[in-house]
């Protein structure tokens, strides 16, 4: 079984800050890590790899850069490592994202592909179910359980808002991870060595030959028109005094608020 | 559109490189470079101190293949059912809808699956002048496949210039594939969405880098303009009961799916209603120090009809299941009021929860973060004040 596995170098968005003056985004010193949930989606891969002995591909389009999470990628299992890196995917949205990826998968083949269930950058969620459609397979989101996998299907639990729903499919198949599917685990030694001689491959639009208007900017529905700070909480208020004090005026708050 | 760096004028300073919040301005030769990863975030520009960077040509989706704009008219939203019974955000959606179908003077339809004519009546009543209604019980179970097939024909079939979906595990998982289907643009997770002054562009503003920042999603040149809408955000439609409306029922095609739905479990806590349908949560963190917290927060949140959240500390500990977990690997929340209890606010929680309407918050810690983003803070011990306030809040129930 060949599976990929679409990864993402993000900022690590705790720490990017807006400064509200000047409205530009603030980050000296944020590190670039892997996207968490791409972390479960890998962890998925290897699980599967070692109990059936799979090929596990990773691939992430980005800069010349994000070699460095494929190596991490490499270090904790990964066979093959694929770079999609070319100026002409720039300004990509979900869209444009979701066909860029899907045409390099295609080439790579595949007979499941695992993304996390999104990107702590963006959150859209929207790449994922975006890629199965260009590859015209069925895609499961939000796995958190993974109960039987074979070539041709798999059952497993898909995390809904007011529960969750056992679903069957067959393969081919995209499946996005949600993190209480597993525990990523941490980069062997071994691993570590293999990652450091392990050959990138680098996929350039060269190679797959996307048409400009469907790729990049140029193919991308959706354009960000600026960024603001989100509101502040203007009106704060600290409740003084001895507990049985602060209790009644917590108790007027919430009766004010129709809450008793 | 393309941003790029003048080379004339730039000077090495290095200023703009931590600016750009995907790593996408690096030094070459001396001068700044944009590569490609820049997302035209447009955060560089303002940053430059000699004006270097600059923002060149049109905007996106400029593809050959134009679209006539104009063919598309009326607001379209997908009304969301489990187990046949409409969910909130279909009554929110219908509210937003009909909100920007009078700004535009359009119609307003909703999309209905797996449900029955007496829910298709009752979009009717919450504003929708049209209900194109799939009440085939293979649709009952959501299921991504023929979803994606009956939202995407009535789309095409109808053209409508703006389509709204809740941002829920069911919006989230099939819009993007509907959207992909049509070539059309869709903006996640929106929590607000104005028409453009002059257009009939729909300026969508979402959240995003966990809540930190705020971005306004324009699509101009291409139609449908889709998007998912918060749960919880946006005010429903006015309700009445004599309106009358036209449904029109659409036939599944294919009866045969590559996915299929063995059951549904629903949630097997006893944390009370939904984390994101919830308009009361009572969250612990690490300062409820065991499993007795979580069941003083539970008695305080059956008093006030809340659910139990919690903080990831909390359920690490395994006080609380990670259904309830609030926050940057949980569920990202906005009820309209958010009870705080021991959680000192690590961002990572902030960002699942700071866009609450209402934020009371206790701690021990006067300097604890959550109090920085709290409309009511109390600092005090919360095994102190929460049985005191269940106390009082019982007497005040049985006065009545």
Redesign the interface.
């Known amino acids: 079984m060949n599976i990929t596995v679409c990864i993402k170098q993000v900022p690590d968005t705790s720490e990017v800050r807006i400064n509200p003056e000047t409205n530009t985004l603030i980050r000296d010193g944020v590190p670039s890590i892997i996207n968490p949930y791409d972390l479960h989606a890998l962890e998925a891969a290897l699980s599967i790899k070692d109990a059936t002995g799979a090929n596990v591909s990773v691939l992430t389009m980005g800069p010349p850069q994000a070699d460095s999470a494929l190596k991490e990628a490499v270090a904790m299992g990964a066979d093959d490592a694929y770079l999609l890196t070319d100026r002409a995917f720039a300004g990509s949205d979900t869209w444009a994202t979701a066909n860029t990826l899907a045409t390099a998968i295609r080439k790579i083949g595949f007979d499941l592909i695992l993304c996390g269930k999104q990107a702590i950058d963006g959150d859209t969620a929207q790449v994922g179910p975006g890629i199965a459609e260009f590859l015209s397979i069925p895609h499961i989101a939000y796995v958190s359980k993974i109960d039987t996998i074979t070539e041709e299907c798999v059952r497993v639990h898909r995390l809904m808002d007011d529960g969750y729903d056992v679903v069957e499919s067959s393969t081919p198949l995209l499946m996005t991870i949600v993190k209480e599917l597993n525990s990523p685990r941490l980069p062997s030694l071994k691993g570590k060595i293999r990652a450091k001689k392990a050959e990138i491959k680098k996929i350039s639009n060269s190679d797959i030959e996307i048409k400009e208007n469907d790729t990049g900017l140029p193919g991308s529905p959706t354009q960000v028109k600026n960024i603001f700070a989100p509101e502040s909480k203007k009106d704060r208020k600290t409740i003084e005094g001895p507990p049985p004090d602060q209790v009644s005026q917590l108790v007027d708050i919430l009766r004010s608020l129709k809450c008793i | ?2 941003i790029r760096v003048d080379k004339d004028v730039c000077t090495g300073c290095e200023t703009c490189v ?7 301005i ?1 030094m070459e030769d001396g001068f700044a470079f944009i ?10 520009l ?2 430059c101190p000699e004006g270097a960077i600059k923002e060149e040509g049109s ?7 134009s679209v006539d704009l104009d063919r598309y008219r009326g607001v379209l939203i997908f009304a969301e059912q ?1 187990k046949g019974t409409l969910s909130h955000v279909s009554m929110e959606l219908l509210g937003a809808g009909r909100r920007l179908a009078n700004k535009l003077n359009t119609t307003l339809h909703a999309a209905l699956l797996g449900a029955d004519n007496n829910e298709a009546e009752e979009l009717v009543r919450w504003g929708a002048d049209k209900v194109f209604l799939c009440n085939d019980s293979l649709v009952r ?2 299921n ?2 023929p979803y ?1 097939d009956l939202l995407s024909r009535i789309i095409d079939s109808n053209k409508p210039e703006i389509v709204l979906a809740g941002a ?3 919006g ?6 509907v ?3 049509l ?7 929106c929590t607000s969405l104005e028409i453009e002054e002059g257009t009939r562009n729909l ?1 969508q503003v979402r ?16 139609r449908p303009q889709m998007a998912t809408v918060r749960p919880r955000v946006m005010k429903k439609g006015e309700y009445d009961k004599n309106r009358k409306g036209e449904i029109v029922d659409i036939p599944l095609q294919a009866k045969t ?12 806590s006893e944390c009370g209603p ?1 984390l ?2 919830a308009e ?1 949560i009572v969250a612990g963190g690490r300062g409820m120090g065991g499993p007795k917290g979580y069941a003083m927060l539970k008695e305080l949140s059956e008093a ?2 809340g659910t139990v959240g919690a903080s990831r500390a909390a359920v690490d500990e395994g006080w609380i299941p ?1 259904s309830q977990q609030v926050g ?2 949980g569920k990202t929340v906005c009820p ?2 958010y009870i705080a209890c021991g959680i000192s606010g ?3 929680h902030l ?1 699942g929860m ?2 609450s309407d ?3 918050a206790i701690n021990k810690n006067p300097d604890a973060p959550i ?11 919360i095994h ?2 929460v049985p ?2 269940i106390r ?2 019982e007497e ?2 049985s006065r009545k």
């Open positions: 559109m393309n931590t600016s750009c919040p995907y790593d996408s690096i590569n490609e990863y820049c997302q035209l975030c447009r955060a560089c303002s940053i905007g996106a989706g400029t593809s050959s293949e489990r179970d959501f991504d496949e994606t829920t595990a069911i989230r998982s099939f819009l993007p594939r959207a992909v289907r070539r059309a643009g869709l903006t996640a997770d300026m959240p995003a880098f966990g809540g930190n920042i705020m971005a306004t999603i324009v699509c101009p040149d291409r799916f590559k996915t299929s739905v063995i059951e549904n479990i629903g949630d097997v939904g994101q349908e009361i006030i009809n990670y940057q690997t309209k009021i690590a961002v990572q960002v700071q866009s209402m934020i009371i109090f920085n983003i709290s409309n009511y803070g109390i600092v005090g011990d102190e004040i005191l306030l009082r809040i005040e129930r």
